[in-house]
Structure formats: structure tokens, C-alpha cells
């Protein structure tokens, strides 16, 4: 048998065939060999999850992160815990703290290959890993998978674990940053599994890992609200795209692999109306691929189902949470190839007659150097979300319930309590983060020596 159809063979095969290569993973472990096994990211702070010097490539990322908001004072100091946050009920009066509900848009992740300067992969750590609107969810496909416990599920800022399998080459270098742009200490479990090789990887032949997040809210469209989806007045042609809702854009060549899609629609009525159309070199019009709707793309027919397929489906969808739909589409088994240039559009309703909030994390594969991609800063990607507006606080000094002695000081009891706890939190936070950053730099050298003890063993 050929080494080439050895290569073309089944997913399963890869295993079975011999191949002189090295296999490594860096994470978070805790390296006292205690139990503090999350890096913790302070407001403001990048962290370097790796920093690997190649040639290899990323095989597995595992990805479980919190972010906590404190409420009250809790009984149990932090700093004589053993956990990252305390998973008791607040009803119980022993803690009070939340999960920051838009932190999975205000911590984003970045990727570097090789002499890149700019990331070649930059998104909110939510949308990466397809957990759309900060809202977790479950869902299992080929490259990416989100496992989330039942009290947690559909929830804003809901804990989840993460995975991806896409492989992730590099000649040169690869490096992996997350970027805390909230305002708490974000805490970050992962394994990032690798692979070094011998030799690099042929300069004509490899195709570099890309991502990246936009997002238009609203998008642009041109009916009034009330023009509702499919009526006689929204038929309008549209023989150029030039107004559709981008999903990548790119020069270059390489190979489009897909995308995930959130939406939350205002309208009532249907969102998935507009068809897609991808313009890959020198498309001017028609486009080398024209699709017929919106749930058609992501393969799916009269709407969009409740169903996580391994190259499409939904995510969240729009009749458990009203409005909000998460939908992805895997170009594996039929990449999307280009030479020179791709632009992947979707139209927001037909012809772009829907003003709804759409955001996207595109996925491709292409050649070095790739584009400057940036993303819109933290307040233009909160997630749209219900608010419930409190009542104003009671200031204790005017109607029928005038505070009692004890109850004002019941309240600076309940106040200096909160500051005692918040500066033990503080400060256990501090160190923390000073030992993450010490890890992280010694994850570099240990890597480093893998890499140094691996090319010996083949002299």
C-alpha cells in the first residue's frame, strides 16, 4: 500500500499508520502538584495559554472557563477554599455570586502562527467555540463539541466545557492568548494538545488555521419593521450581493471551512429567508456558488430543526428561546477552495430587507501572510439580552418603613462584611495570577525541553 492512499484512507487510520512524530500537550495544571489547576486572568491581562516552537501542529483544544461576579459576602473565604467559585445556591446564605452574563463576548482568543503579527485567529472565547450570544447550549459536531450540565443550559454566561479538533499547522511557531476585556478575574482550565514533526511542512502545500468574529447589529436592511418576511412587498430582485451580510472575506488561497451563525430576530416572523452566496476569485456575477435560503445553507428545509449533526444543524433554536438561533455548517467533507480570493455572504432576509442583530465566526484555511483581522470592542459585541429593570433602592429615610437602629446596623454590618471578603478575594486573586504567569512561562520551557529531547531521539 502507498503512503498516499494510506493518508486518503478513513478518520480511523491515522492511528494505525506509523508515522516518526511527538505528541504533547500544554495546560493549566496546577505545577506544586496542589490543586489550583485554572489560570486566572486578571481584568485588562492577556495570558499565554502556549508558545511552541515548531514544526507540529494543534490537535485537540479542551476548554472549561468561569467568570464570577460577587453579590454579597460569602461565609467561606475564598482564600480558605479550594474552588474557583462556590456552586451553591444563593438562596442558602452561605455565598451570593453569579456567572458574569456577556463574559463569553468580553474575554476573546487569539492565535499566532509562525512570523504573524497580527492574530490569524481572533474571536470572543464564546463564539470560537460556537456558543453563540453568550448563551450556553449543548451540541455535538466533528470539530467542535459544548457540554453543558442541565441547570446551566440556555442560560447567559452558563459554565461549559468546550473541544475542538481542528487541526492547526505551523512551521515556525504557534502561539494561543487569551485576553480579558471584562471587568472580573476570568479562570481558564485547558489542555492543548500537540504534535511535532521532523521536518516542516512543505511551504507550497501547508494551509495555515484562520477565525474570525463579526457581527452587524442591526443588519443593514431596508424594509420598515412591519414588512414582514415573504410578503408580496420584500419581493425585490437582488443581482449583485454587494449588500449581504459578510461572513469572510479574505485574499489568498486556501480553503473555507465553515461557519457558526447567531441571530436573534426581532420581527417575529422568520429570519433564514436569504440565500447565500459565495464569490470565490474572479466572480463578478453570478457567483460560483449561489444557494436559496438561509436554513437551506445550513442543510436543513422549512426552517431550521432541532437537531446537531456532525457537519450541520442548530444549536439553540428559535422556539426554545424566542428570537435566538444558533446554526453551524462544516465545509469538511466539501471544502470551499480558492485561489486568489473568497468572499462567503448570506442575504438578511431576502434581498436584505431584515434589520435583525447577526453575528458570525467564520472558519478557513489558507496561505501566510493572512489578513489584519481586528474585532469591534466589548460594548459592540455584548449580546443583546432581556433586561429586568429593579425597583429603585430604598434610602431608609422617607415613607412608612423608616430603618430601626438595628436594621442600620444590620446594613454597615452586611457592608463592612462585603469588604473584608471582596479584599480576601482580591488578594487571593493577586496570587493566583502571579502564579499563572509564572506557569505560563514555565509551559514555554517545558515545551521547549519536549521539543529538544525529541529531535535528540532521532539523531
Known sequence: MSTSSFLDG????????????RTARISSWDQSGLNEDAFVVLPGETAVLADIEGPGKLTHLWFVQTCRRILGPGLIPYSKSGVAMMEIHNALGLNYEDSDPDYYRKVIIKMFWDDSETPNVIAPIGDFFCLGH???????????????????????GGAAAFN???????????????????????????????????????????????AHWRRENPTNGWAPDNMQTNSLETQVPNLDGKNNYTILETTGSGTYIGCNHSVLHHQGTWWGEGDDMIFIDDDKWPPSMHGTGGEDYFTQGWGMQKNAYPFCGTIIHEEDVPGYQVSYRWHLPDPVRFNSKIRVTLEH?????????????????????????????VTARLPNRPQVKPPPSYDGKSGVNVLTDLQKQNIKQRDDRMKEFVDDRNKWLERRAAASRERAKSNVE??????????????
Open 10 to 21: 478513513d478518520l480511523m487510520s491515522a492511528a494505525a499508520q506509523r508515522k516518526t512524530a
Open 134 to 156: 453568550s448563551m450556553a447550549a449543548n451540541f455535538q459536531s466533528m470539530p467542535f463539541t459544548v457540554s453543558v450540565k442541565p441547570s446551566e443550559e440556555k442560560k447567559f
Open 164 to 210: 475542538c479538533y481542528l487541526p492547526m499547522p505551523f512551521n515556525k511557531r504557534a502561539r494561543v492568548e487569551i485576553e480579558n476585556q471584562g471587568e472580573d478575574a476570568y479562570f481558564q482550565y485547558f489542555y492543548i494538545d500537540y504534535e511535532l514533526r521532523p521536518a516542516p511542512f512543505d511551504p507550497s502545500e501547508i494551509l495555515y488555521f484562520h
Open 349 to 377: 432576509g431576502h434581498a436584505n430587507h431584515l434589520r435583525d442583530d447577526w453575528a458570525s465566526t467564520a472558519y478557513w484555511y489558507q496561505t501566510l501572510p493572512g489578513p489584519a483581522l481586528a474585532i469591534p470592542p
Open 446 to 459: 517545558l515545551a521547549k525541553d519536549i521539543r529538544k529531547r525529541f529531535f535528540e531521539s532521532l539523531k
